[in-house]
């Protein structure tokens, strides 16, 4: 009578070694299993391959972002800069600013509107744990009224630089050319391109949504929690049954109130 160890090994249980298997123990298990006749086996087989083609792919992804870093900042000291809130219509605008070293990889680093805020908050706790430095700044709603997005975004962006307190080889920002550094260079989607620039995104959306869900607890029923400061319908409900609050772009409101009221 065969003991266990000496058992073949069902289709069954094939398939869950398959599906728990590494990216490196796949090839082999592939190669050992690959001429199984089962079809359990086979389709086993085949969706542990496309894992392995998707993980790698991703691999390559990220790498290819700290390659293009590397080759935009001549390997010296890099600054990646990146911005959220400018369109929205409450809340500030911040600016995440964020230096990484070459070691160790984030995996999974990407541009913050690619990702789930669960995965979002998990890597600004990875990035929070190995980024040589972060910066952040907020511009808040009256100084954008009173100066104007372009100029808030500058200040923005330069207070964010300093706050790391770091003198850079190259300052790398999403977007198009904002003057706000010597040795300024701008990548347009820079944020999906760039892990520096990447971080940054996701330091500073992860920063920002938590301070309007804080906001929304100080100023009820405008869905702040919900909308992030956005232009939601129900947001922009709310700004026309209560008026504005100290939070609102007064400038970015007109719109929506014939009279704005502040409180």
Known sequence: MA???????????????????SCDEITALAQRYGDDPRKQVQKAVASALKRTEREQAERERVLNMYRYQHELSGGGIVIGVDEVGRG?????????????????????????KQLTPARREALAGHIAEVAISIGIAHIEPASIDAVGMASALRMAMAQAIADCGIEPDAVLIDGNPVHVHERERCVVKGDARVACIAAASIVAKVT??????????????????????????EHIAAIREKGLTPLHRATFCGNFLETPRLF
């Open 88 to 112: 929205a219509i409450a809340g500030p605008l911040t600016v995440g600013a964020v230096v990484l070293p070459d070691e160790p990889i984030i995996w999974g680093i990407n541009d913050s």
């Open 3 to 21: 003991t266990d160890a000496q058992r073949p090994a069902s289709a069954r249980e094939i398939a869950a070694l398959l599906a728990e298997a």
């Open 208 to 233: 920002r949504d938590e301070l309007m869900i804080a906001l929304d607890e100080e100023y009820p029923g405008y869905h702040l929690a919900e909308c992030k400061g956005y232009g939601s319908a």
